[in-house]
């Protein structure tokens, strides 16, 4: 089956930079996918990285090493509406689906 | 502007009544997608559709219905069979290959008393 590995939790202040694993076991792997949540909202994507290195989009950034099945993403110059969860998602074989981790909830502070 | 409608935003439903969440895209996209969120958790996938007239079951299919009959449109019904059907319902839709750029609804959050 699938399983992925992300914190529950993750607290910063303003300004300061937050970096989020994700750790994955998964058969048919197509790529690594990040979504924001804000509460009672809907996900929004964020990024995709099908191969190994680093995507970046303004102050957010995501990392995958598939040997290691493993990928992060990192969230720079925290502001106040960052605040939100945050899921790592992979992609697995033909039909284009996404199976989900956890969450990790990201609070800023001021 | 495209996007995706889901209706209604909150749903209350007795214990034992069939009910259908709507789910409407209007961004021409082949794939779309029904999850499942419970409080404080990730999203699970209930049954998807990659093309008209064909839809399979997801990991949770269990108490669920869908139909897609037209591109736009992919309905779910969530059945008395379902043991607990409480929580907070998504739709998505993708192109084939979008590079798993899904689109989401706005969701529906039914309650069953």
């Known amino acids: 089956g699938q399983s992925l590995e992300q914190p529950s939790e993750v607290t910063a202040v303003e300004g300061a930079i937050v970096q989020i694993n994700c750790t994955y076991q998964t058969s048919g792997f197509y790529g690594l996918s990040w979504y924001q949540q804000h509460d009672g909202g809907a996900p929004t994507f964020l990024s995709y990285n099908a191969l190994d290195g680093l995507e970046e989009t303004g102050r957010f950034s995501s990392f995958l090493s598939r040997s290691d099945s493993y990928g992060y993403l990192l969230l720079q110059e925290l502001q106040m509406k960052d605040s939100a969860s945050y899921f790592c998602?992979?992609?697995?074989?033909?039909?284009?689906?996404?199976?989900f981790g956890g969450g990790t909830r990201v609070l800023v502070k001021p | 502007d495209g996007g995706i409608t889901q209706s209604p935003k909150y749903l209350f439903r007795k214990e034992g009544q069939n009910v259908t969440l709507s789910c409407e895209q209007n961004?021409?996209?082949?794939?779309m997608y029904w999850y499942r969120q419970d409080p404080g958790q990730g999203l699970r996938l209930i049954y998807y559709s990659q093309i008209v007239n064909d839809f399979q079951k997801g990991d949770i299919a269990e108490g669920y219905s869908v139909s897609r009959e037209k591109k736009e449109s992919f309905p779910l019904t969530v059945t008395s069979a379902q043991k607990n059907p409480t929580a907070f319902y998504l739709c998505?839709?993708?192109?084939?290959?979008?590079?798993?750029?899904?689109?989401f609804g706005s969701g529906t959050r039914l309650t069953v008393v």
């Open positions: 998505a839709s993708s192109t084939e290959q979008g590079g798993y750029g899904y689109t």
């Open positions: 998602a992979v992609g697995r074989a033909a039909g284009n689906k996404l199976t």
């Open positions: 961004l021409n996209h082949d794939a």
